[in-house]
């Protein structure tokens, strides 16, 4: 074995922890959450070094797949999986006439390690049954015992593997538990040969036996291709692949494939009844009327039509509140030490261009993006702890009804939501849609979800612009449920524009949801802690780079022809005479109709590149305009600017609120029209995006603008 890498694929139902074990074994930490279809994408690691044994025992790589019920794929993602397990579709029951030498690309993995709910065992062992029937090498680990062991039904590993025929350990993926012998399981476990194993048919499944004995006949009575084809016949009920495998199986008449698949889809459930007997478990379900647990008590309430609601509404908000009062002394601080670090610099290098670039350029750009990283932390947190909870699931089951009044499908639910963090794993979190209209739709609403993108702009308008002298209500609060309400007309947006969608590009039936219900789970802190420092990783590389690049250009761009003005390091740039200040100017025309001035239009024309060179270009803007060198906060600079021809303030509530709702529209992010047209094959759908979402950005800006002037607001 030594030299050639073992392929091994964590397969198995949906939220069972195959993630969770994968993460262990490689020591990498990929998101495990507590609702179905968490992984929407294969993901290939090596075996971690303290698993990795001697020098003799051979490379490991693990594939971490997306979960299945059955072998008989309805979505992209368990498409995914099934691939990972026996090649393309079709190449099973193609493979013994296809002339190619290898018609599969996904290599067939040497070991299946299938991971096994202990606490929900009943639905768990139909897939098992069906893996079996693959003829792979397979190692079955038996996830959340602790969970079993807890609700008084522990099972008996050797039981489980006497009547499964395979190595069968018991694991606790949370903790690592079983891990080590997973390991040395599934290193013996390719060394050894195996044939598949076809449940018995019954005493009257006569089709079953016919078509058997014709595989057999047709040569494939070796390896995962004849029980491929039986599979496949069994659970396509006669219709698609079925019906091609028909003629392959020595003609038989299709109505006896169809009977044959019925059979062998009972045969399989008889088999998975006689098991959990075996274990012990049909026994104690029969003699206890299952007790309501607390999860299912929570539910009364959580999925309650009215009191679920409000408890969702209330969850919401609380977020959103919490991300503007909680973040605040910390942003302070962030800011404060980019303030101490722009006047150390101009303090050593004394005045000039290169500490002009430094300072307004580079030093404002990145500060006035990092400022953010502590709501941005918040969010990731909240809506971390919601996925792991399980609270999330009783969202899209409670939401699900005012869903399908709109058409949609309750499966969209998750991947929109989701969609507040960042639109490219809400994307690919689509995947769990069967019907491809319906994905689609989902596709073009999730950008109209407001990302965290957005969040750096709506907190600078709201916090420079929304001010309160109230006493009565706290700074933070009012401005946290301005913010809800930009959140809130985002997420109405995406449903109208969804609702639209579905009656006009899309036009489909909607299936009903089926979603399970995941047992709620005391979240794990360390687990949504990691998730939120990578995507604050991930938030401070773009500003290291992307933003860092358009502001030295733009800085560019502002500073010639130079002439400064006043005292000070370097004097106040006039900005409005460079050449992108000129530029802008030009666009003028078409931004006072919202409200805007040609600084905030260098600010959008930044922030095509991505949404938060908006705020770090503002800042550069204002910065280099400054006469002094002591920087003023952005959001000041914003409320104190006055127009030159009234003497009034620029930036009104009503025309920060404009340019607000122009960004709760605008498509501009590059990476989500690359993911949509890789998600859907084609330039169509993202250029479809992008203009009609421009298009309705501005007239919505425009609409709220002059609306407001109308009723004469700002
Ligand atoms: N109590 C307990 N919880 C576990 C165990 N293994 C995983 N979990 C939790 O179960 C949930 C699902 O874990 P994942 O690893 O995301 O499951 P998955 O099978 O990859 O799920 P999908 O990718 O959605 O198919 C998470 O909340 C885990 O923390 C375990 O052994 N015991
Ligand atoms: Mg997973």
Not at 38 to 44: D, K, L, P
Not at 279 to 285: I, Y
Not at 381 to 395: I, P, T, V
Not at 524 to 537: C, G, P, S, Y
Request: proline letters at 7%; a negative charge; glycine letters at 10%.
């Amino acid at each position: 074995m030594t030299g050639r890498v073992l392929l091994v694929a964590v397969a198995g139902n949906p939220n069972v922890g195959k993630t969770s074990l994968f993460n262990v074994l490689t020591g990498s930490r990929h998101q495990v959450g507590n609702y179905s279809g968490v992984t929407v994408e294969r993901r290939e690691g090596d075996l971690a070094r303290r698993f990795a044994g001697t020098a003799d025992d051979g490379p490991v790589r693990l594939v971490d797949l997306p979960g299945i019920y059955s072998l008989s794929p309805i979505s992209e993602d368990e498409t995914v999986a099934l691939e990972a397990l026996v090649g393309r579709p079709g190449a099973g029951a193609e493979a013994p006439t296809d002339p190619r030498p290898d018609p599969r690309p996904d290599p067939r993995p040497d070991v299946v390690l299938l991971v096994v709910d202990a606490s929900n065992l009943a639905r768990n062992l139909y897939l098992a049954l069906q893996v079996l029937e693959l003829g792979l090498p397979l190692v079955v680990a038996l996830n959340m015992v602790d969970v079993a062991r807890r609700a008084g039904l522990p099972v008996d590993p050797a039981t489980l593997r006497a009547e499964l025929g395979v190595p069968v350990i018991s694991t606790v993926a949370r903790t690592g538990e079983g891990a080590a012998e997973v390991v040395a399981a599934v290193r013996e476990a390719a060394a050894a040969t195996v044939a598949p194993v076809l449940v018995e048919p019954g005493p009257g499944d006569d089709a079953l036996r016919q078509v058997l004995a014709a595989a057999e006949r047709e040569g494939l009575a070796a390896g995962p291709a004849r029980s491929l084809v039986v599979a496949r016949a069994a659970d396509d009920d006669g219709e698609g692949p079925a019906a091609t495998a028909g003629p392959a199986l020595g003609g038989l008449p299709a109505a006896t494939v169809r009977q044959a698949a019925e059979q062998l889809v009972t045969a399989r459930y008889r088999r998975v009844e006689e098991i959990l007997e075996a274990v012990g478990h049909r026994a104690r379900v029969r003699d206890e009327a299952p007790a309501m647990g607390p999860s299912q008590r929570i539910d009364r309430v959580l999925t309650h039509r009215v009191w679920g609601l409000v408890a969702f509404v209330s969850v919401m908000a609380f977020i959103f509140v919490s991300i503007f009062s909680w973040a605040e002394p910390l942003m302070g601080l962030i800011e404060d030490a980019f303030g101490a670090l722009s006047a150390g610099v101009s303090e050593a290098l004394g005045p000039g261009l290169l500490t002009a670039l430094l300072t307004d350029g580079v030093i404002a750009g990145v500060g006035n993006v990092v400022v953010f990283v502590p709501q941005i932390a918040l969010l990731f947190l909240f809506l971390g702890l919601l996925e792991d909870s399980g609270y999330l699931a009783r969202a899209a089951f409670l939401l699900d009804r005012m869903m399908a009044r709109l058409g949609l499908h309750g499966r969209a639910f998750i991947p929109l939501l989701s969609g507040y963090a960042c639109a490219i794993p809400a994307i690919l979190g689509t995947r769990t849609i069967s019907s491809t209209k319906d994905r689609l739709v989902t596709i073009l609403m999730i950008p109209f979800m407001s990302c965290s993108a957005r969040l750096p702009i709506y907190t600078l308008v709201i916090g420079a612009l929304f001010v309160t002298d109230d006493p009565w209500i706290s700074e933070g609060v009012d401005q946290g449920l301005v913010l809800l309400g930009m959140y809130l007309l985002s997420t109405a947006s995406a449903l109208a524009m969804g609702f639209v969608y579905k009656r006009t590009i899309c036009k489909s039936p909607t299936p009903p949801l089926v979603l399970e219900l995941p047992p709620y789970r005391l979240p794990r802190l360390r687990d949504t802690l990691l998730v939120v420092f990578d995507r604050v990783k991930d938030f401070l590389k773009g500003a290291a780079t992307v933003i860092m690049a358009c502001t030295v250009v733009l800085w560019a761009l502002l500073s010639f022809p130079a002439e400064r003005t006043g005292a000070g390091q370097g004097g106040a740039v006039q900005v409005g005479e460079s050449y992108g200040g000129r530029a802008a100017q030009a666009l003028e025309p078409a931004l006072e109709p919202f409200g805007q001035d040609w600084r905030v239009g260098v600010g959008i024309i930044g922030s095509f590149a991505a949404r938060e060179v908006l705020v770090s270009t503002l800042g550069l803007v204002y910065g280099m305009e400054a006469a002094d060198d002591d920087p003023t906060a952005l959001g000041e600079a914003l409320r104190d600017q006055e127009d030159p021809a009234t003497g009034k303030p620029q930036h009104t509530p009503l025309s920060g609120l404009a340019l607000m709702v122009f960004f709760v529209y605008a498509c501009m992010c590059m990476s989500t029209l690359a993911v949509v047209r890789r998600e859907t094959g084609g330039w169509k759908w993202p250029v479809f995006m992008f203009v009609s979402m421009t298009g309705i950005a501005y007239v919505m800006a425009l609409l709220v603008y002059q609306g407001g002037r109308a009723l004469g607001l700002g």
